[in-house]
Every structure is written in C-alpha cells, then in structure tokens.
Nanobody, 126 residues
Framework: QVQLVESGGGLVQAGDSLRLSCAASGLIFSRYHMGWFRQAPGKEREFVAAITWTGDGITYYPDSVKGRFTISRDNAKNTVYLQMNSLKPEDTAVYYC??????????????????WGKGTLVTVSS
C-alpha cells in the first residue's frame, strides 16, 4: 500500500520560511517523479513544484513560486521536501505531495499523478 505523508505545515507570518516534508512508502521512490500541489479555499488545485527521478532530479516551478520555493529529494530517505521562503498570504493553502510515473507532472498535470498525500495546511498571516 502506497503512502505519502506530509508534515511541516503550520501558521507563519509573511516573509517567514517553512519546509515541508513528504515521506513515501510502498513504492520504489527512486523511480517516481515527485511533486507538490496546493489548494486554497474556494480555488482549484495548483501546481507548485516537481522534481524528476531522472537526470539527478530536474526541478520545475510555476512563475508564482519560482525563486522562493525549492523542491528536493532524498532517495535514501524516500522523502521529498519543499523549502518555502519569503512566504506570502497568497501562499496559504493545503499542500499535497504527489508521486507520478509520468513526466507530465513537470508540466503541472495533476491528471498524471498516481498517488496523493492527504495534505498539510500552510497558513501565512499578513
């Protein structure tokens, strides 16, 4: 049974940093592209970051977080991270970890996701 368990969410002030973690089990982690998505109240789910399992982990970000967020992975620990700096109130959302065997995840396609975590809430106050 595949499990993706997020942690690290919380309440922070604008300008602060947070690091989210996602521990994976039940899958060959090193053979999956990993990603983060988020969903704010009343809004559609949004792509945040992705990292491939090939090429030493190529990373992809939308313009909304590029330069502020960094995704990384530790295959020895079956864990993917999302370092979030210079947080803004508009970053407030539930953040979901995702695993995909398909490269389309790097284009932000949530349809390509094979497995989802249950999410962790990040709240950024102004």
């Amino acid at each position: 049974q595949v499990q993706l368990v997020e942690s690290g969410g919380g309440l922070v002030q604008a300008g602060d940093s947070l690091r989210l973690s996602c521990a994976a089990s039940g899958l060959i982690f090193s053979r999956y592209h990993m990603g983060w998505f988020r969903q704010a109240p009343g809004k559609e789910r949004e792509f945040v970051a992705a990292i491939t399992w090939t090429g030493d982990g190529i990373t992809y970000y939308p313009d909304s977080v590029k330069g502020r967020f960094t995704i990384s992975r530790d295959n020895a620990k079956n864990t993917v991270y999302l370092q979030m700096n210079s947080l803004k109130p508009e970053d407030t959302a539930v953040y979901y970890c995702a695993a995909s065997s398909r490269t389309r995840i790097v284009l932000g396609s949530d349809m390509s996701v094979d497995f989802w975590g249950k999410g962790t809430l990040v709240t950024v106050s102004s």
